[in-house]
């Protein structure tokens, strides 16, 4: 092998490189923010409960005090369900 075949082989070997890194980047680009993914998750099933909650005339209004600790039980159990299906 002479010398330009090495250089266009070493030429080769960094273009694929460069492709390999582009390729993860714009993968990892195109997948949503893991955080927003929960947090969107959350409030779409606080929107679907409090959906079923008012169709079936049970809506329970929350004071200012209780935002914090009223259903902490249920979004515990969704966080859990969160982190073991994610």
């Known amino acids: 092998m002479n010398t330009n075949d090495d250089g266009t082989m ?4 960094n273009c694929i490189s460069v492709l390999q890194e582009l390729t993860a980047k714009l993968k990892q680009a ?23 909650d008012t169709v079936e005339a049970v ?6 005090a ?12 969704i966080m859990k369900e969160m982190e073991e299906n994610p």
């Open 10 to 13: 070493k030429a080769i070997a």
């Open 30 to 52: 195109q997948e949503p923010d893991p955080q927003l993914k929960q947090a969107t998750r959350l409030y779409n099933q606080g929107y679907m409960a409090g959906h079923e």
């Open 59 to 64: 809506f329970t209004p929350l004071v200012d």
């Open 66 to 77: 209780d935002m914090e600790t009223y259903h902490s039980d249920v979004v515990e159990e």
